[in-house]
Nanobody, 124 residues
């Protein structure tokens, strides 16, 4: 079992930066692929980024490539999402998710464990 808790969301203005954290429980955390997704009301959950268990491999949605960076510190059981050059289209609830696999999934149902989400709101 893995439990995930996101933090770091909040209000930002266009062009600002925020860093989200995803803290996990579980002794085997380092083998889990972790993904970040986001969702706005009335829309499907959207893939943002994923990172392998070792941190050596990452993958990003085109909409955030070059602006967001996913990283992890396995010693601290934490995955981060550094979000730069935010724009109002980034406004959403952001979720982290974990999958006990080596594949960098972009599909939400491939992930078995989810956090409760953290709200990010970006204004002009």
């Amino acid at each position: 079992q893995v439990q995930l808790v996101e933090s770091g969301g909040g209000l930002a203005q266009a062009g600002d930066s925020l860093r989200l954290s995803c803290a996990a429980s579980g002794r085997t955390w380092s083998i889990y692929t972790v993904g970040w997704f986001r969702q706005v009301p009335g829309k499907e959950r959207e893939f943002v980024a994923a990172i392998s268990g070792s941190g050596d491999s990452t993958y990003y949605a085109d909409s955030v490539k070059g602006r967001f960076t996913i990283s992890r510190d396995n010693a601290k059981n934490t995955v981060f999402l550094q979000m730069n050059s935010l724009n109002p289209e980034d406004t959403a609830v952001y979720y982290c998710a974990a999958a006990n696999n080596y594949v960098l999934y972009t599909i939400s149902w491939r992930y078995s464990y989810w956090g409760q989400g953290t709200q990010v709101t970006v204004s002009y």
